[in-house]
């Protein structure tokens, strides 16, 4: 059939997975029905074959050398239904876009009604609805009562005026779809309704209309796994959408300083805090300046670690600036929550380096799980010593007579270690088998489009941990030198609490201090607050007071001391460090957040720095 020359101005995609059986029919039906109401010439049928594994394509690849109104975009690896529509219209010519399920679900006597909505300039976007008051598809309980839940809950969070946001039934001007594209993320089932949510928010005109719809066949809908998924995108969009604008790095840091400062008030109704003064003040102040001296010894450790960390992924820096890097990356960890401090570390490496993003932040995912196995081992290691001496029931005695604020900071520091042990074992596993377990068990809950970012996040970290660890001498150097670290973090805390002259002998203390040290760190790596203040103390506290028997205002006054100076030394090394690197704290955390939401660009891109220009890496920070 040739075709009358014409502008195209209808595309229609038929998405296809596996649809041997019905494609030809479809697209049949589908031309008839476009004739009926367009121009010759003036529309196409693109069949979207989505990685199929039976006679899709070859059928496709047919139709379309015998009519030209028909096109077959191909695509060797499965998209999900959202990607395979997003490509085919990225290949389409026509200035309304529209697609509708193989099946033919929809009565294509509604298809004029779909176009013209848009054509017209009616509207910007057009569906399809089985849940209009008074036009309600009948469909199965199984399907039907899933379908009222997930759109009730999209028009409940996601604010939107439509009855139903997954009829395979949709058009979209070019414009908005154009307009739209980059903001939608999903590329699966999710992927309608996020383009429905958004335009909705953009201000396009959305037109839903009633829709006759039977059933067909069986649904390529997985009602646990996918659904579990579109309930995943749901919260998703939910929090980009209504949340995320709203916390700011203003709002997050007054929110962080609020509940540190509520968490003090009210401490302060069973802790006489004159006394914690008044011990304070008391403490012994060379011991505490040698405290200091010891905790500033820990950071060229850190550097020298975080170099061979980053020379086992291929890149060779110098301790020195590595140092700098890691004092600006933890002052950030002080002054903002939810650990904002660590993407800035990648953000460093990448503007004065050239080191891309996704290695700065496989070699921080390497360094966080040295850090927790070694201090779960400290703590493992002391708490077996207990256990040999008799002190478990002092343990237990010290964990049931707490404050509620103490249990929660060593629940949580038990829960932290016990998940660095189970993570490391399953990394071992699945490095020594053939078989992706990452991903098989990120598929048990979703394969949307998060499903497969989530895997490969894992499988990249899991990939970066076994090329660390891949040699003994690799594990050799960053595991001494994480022990080397946390021994003096360690210290620092005992010569503080020797400070307060506890009374304790040298093997007692070291003990004590090995045990709470290690436990508060553990409490303080969920970012409950800015740089763990509160569940560090919490932890401390309860152990210390405990094991020893001193009281809660010596207790007390030594974590706090103890934390304040570590992060006294922390905030001058990390300042010292952004003047001698150029470096905008505030930027870095700006452009580190951008990069995390955007992802990681070609190595060779260059990193924009603070004052706006751009660097490439110098020649004498390479070794």
């Not at 779909?114 to 036009?135: F, K, M, N, Y």
């Not at 550097?303 to 600006?328: K, M, N, P, Q, S």
């Not at 377990?437 to 998060?450: G, L, M, P, Q």
């Not at 100076?565 to 460090?577: D, F």
């Amino acid at each position: 059939m040739a075709q009358s020359p014409g502008r195209i101005e209808v595309s229609v995609v038929l998405p296809a997975y596996n649809e041997a059986g019905t494609l030809r029919e479809t697209v049949e039906r589908t031309l008839d029905a476009l004739a009926a109401f367009m121009p010759d010439g003036g529309f196409e049928v693109l069949v979207a074959e989505d990685g199929c594994d039976d006679r899709t394509p070859d059928i496709a690849a047919a139709m379309a050398a015998e009519d030209p109104r028909v096109r077959h975009v191909h695509s060797d690896e499965r998209l999900g239904r959202g990607g395979a529509l997003e490509r085919a219209f990225d290949a389409a010519d026509g200035d309304v876009l529209a697609y509708f399920d193989t099946d033919l679900a929809t009565d294509l006597a509604h298809l004029e009604e779909l176009i013209e909505r848009v054509r017209s300039g009616e509207a910007d976007v057009a569906t399809g609805s089985r849940w209009i008051p008074g036009r309600e598809a009948d469909r199965p309980a199984k399907r039907g009562i899933p379908s009222r839940g997930f759109n009730g809950l999209v028009r409940l969070l996601l604010r939107s005026g439509l009855r139903d946001h997954q009829c395979g039934f949709k058009a979209f001007s070019r414009a908005a779809f154009e307009d739209l594209r980059d903001e939608v993320e999903d590329d699966h089932w999710f992927w309608d309704t996020e383009m429905l949510v958004r335009a909705q928010r953009s201000g396009y005109r959305v037109a839903e209309f009633p829709v006759e719809w039977e059933p067909k066949g069986d649904t390529k809908v997985d009602l646990v796994r996918d659904v579990f998924g579109m309930g995943s995108g749901i919260l998703r969009t939910w929090w980009q959408l209504s949340v995320q604008p709203r916390v700011t790095r203003r709002v997050s840091l007054t929110a962080g300083t609020l509940l540190t400062v509520l968490a003090i008030v009210l401490m302060t109704q069973y802790i006489d805090f004159g006394s914690v003064l008044a011990e304070m003040r008391a403490a012994d102040p060379t011991l505490v300046a040698v405290a200091t001296v010891v905790y500033v010894f820990s950071w060229p450790l850190r550097g020298l670690r975080y170099r061979d960390i980053l020379r086992d992924l291929g890149y060779r820096e110098r301790v020195g600036f590595l140092t700098g890097a890691v004092f600006i990356s933890q002052t950030g960890n002080l002054v903002f929550p939810a650990r904002a401090g660590d993407a800035v570390r990648a953000y460093v490496v990448k503007a004065r380096r050239d080191i891309p993003y996704s290695s700065g932040f496989a070699s921080l995912a390497v360094e966080r799980v040295f850090d927790l196995l070694t201090i779960s081992l400290l703590a493992g290691t002391v708490l077996v010593g207990f256990t040999f001496t008799g002190g478990t029931a002092a343990v237990a005695r010290t964990l049931t007579g707490a404050p509620r604020s103490g249990q929660v900071a060593v629940v949580v520091a038990s829960a932290v270690g016990l998940a660095a042990v189970f993570a490391v074992i399953a990394i071992v596993a699945s490095a020594r088998s053939e078989t992706n377990f990452v991903r098989r068990a990120v598929y048990r809950v979703s394969t949307d489009t998060y499903a497969d970012a989530v895997a490969s996040v894992i499988e990249q970290f899991v990939v970066d941990v076994q090329r660390v660890a891949g040699s003994r001498s690799g594990v050799g150097r960053i595991g001494a030198a994480s022990v080397a670290i946390w021994s003096l973090d360690v210290l620092t805390a005992v010569l503080v609490l020797a400070a307060f002259d506890v009374g304790l002998d040298p093997a007692r203390l070291l003990a004590v201090g090995f045990f709470a040290v290690s436990v508060g760190n553990l409490a303080k790596v969920l970012p409950l607050s800015p740089g763990g203040v509160g569940l560090y103390e919490g932890a401390f506290t309860l152990l210390v007071v405990g094991l020893t028997g001193v009281g809660y205002p010596v207790a007390i006054g030594a974590a706090v001391l103890d934390h304040a100076l570590k992060n006294l030394v922390t905030v001058v090394g990390g300042v010292g460090a952004m003047i001698v690197l150029n470096v905008s704290l505030t930027t870095a955390v700006e452009k580190s957040a951008d990069r995390t939401e955007a992802g990681d660009g070609a190595d060779g891109e260059t990193a924009e720095l603070p004052d706006g220009g751009a660097e490439t890496p110098p020649d004498d920070g390479r070794t």
